[in-house]
């Protein structure tokens, strides 16, 4: 009798340990990861510490890094579609739902960097040479400039 109360413990902390652990597991699907959009390589994150410091890991290798905020305080903010242009206004890049820190790897070029946040469109130009990076803010101050 005493092996089946043993044998039932263990089940029970098996299950428990893995219902402690599932939200983690969760957590680490999704942590930013490099993805494609056409040729095109990306990743985008930044929400809360964990995303912030892979990012930071990641970044080395794309040329171009994007940032997202909003008001006086410098809100990271996320959901934000990006749209990059070569000089020619063809799209070379798009997202949807960017999260405040973009990473985008792109050939050396002229660029056209386009992002809206509550209906505001900002446009920022960037040059990629070399093998250096270049970092964008894109700033909203919000509807009350605040």
Same mark, same amino acid.
Do not use: C
């Given at each position: 009798?005493?092996?089946?109360?043993?044998? %039932?413990?263990?089940?029970?902390?098996?299950?428990?340990?893995?219902? #402690? %652990?599932? @939200?983690?597991?969760?957590?680490?699907? $999704? *942590? @930013?990861?490099? &993805?494609?959009?056409?040729? /095109?390589?990306?990743?985008?994150?930044?929400?809360?510490?964990?995303?912030?410091?892979?990012? *930071?890991?990641?970044?080395?290798?794309? @040329?171009?890094? #994007?940032?997202?905020?909003? &008001?006086?305080?410098?809100? +990271?903010?996320? $959901?934000?579609?990006?749209?990059?242009?070569? @000089?020619?206004?063809?799209?070379? +890049?798009?997202?949807?739902?960017?999260?405040?820190?973009?990473?985008?790897?792109?050939?050396?070029?002229?660029?056209?960097?386009?992002? *809206? +946040?509550? !209906?505001? !469109?900002?446009?920022?130009? /960037?040059?990629?040479?070399?093998?250096?990076?270049?970092?964008?803010? +894109?700033?909203?101050? !919000? *509807?009350?400039?605040?």
């Amino acid at each position: 009798m005493k092996t089946v109360h043993i044998a %039932a413990a263990s089940a029970l902390l098996a299950v428990g340990a893995a219902a #402690i %652990a599932a @939200p983690d597991a969760g957590a680490n699907a $999704d *942590r @930013p990861v490099e &993805r494609h959009a056409g040729s /095109v390589a990306y990743v985008t994150g930044g929400i809360g510490k964990s995303d912030q410091m892979t990012m *930071r890991r990641l970044g080395a290798a794309y @040329p171009l890094h #994007i940032v997202l905020s909003a &008001r006086k305080d410098d809100e +990271f903010i996320a $959901d934000v579609p990006v749209d990059i242009r070569d @000089p020619k206004g063809r799209t070379v +890049f798009h997202i949807d739902k960017a999260d405040p820190l973009l990473d985008v790897k792109l050939p050396e070029g002229k660029y056209i960097v386009n992002a *809206r +946040f509550e !209906g505001v !469109g900002e446009s920022q130009d /960037v040059l990629l040479a070399g093998k250096g990076s270049q970092t964008l803010y +894109f700033h909203w101050k !919000g *509807r009350d400039g605040a």
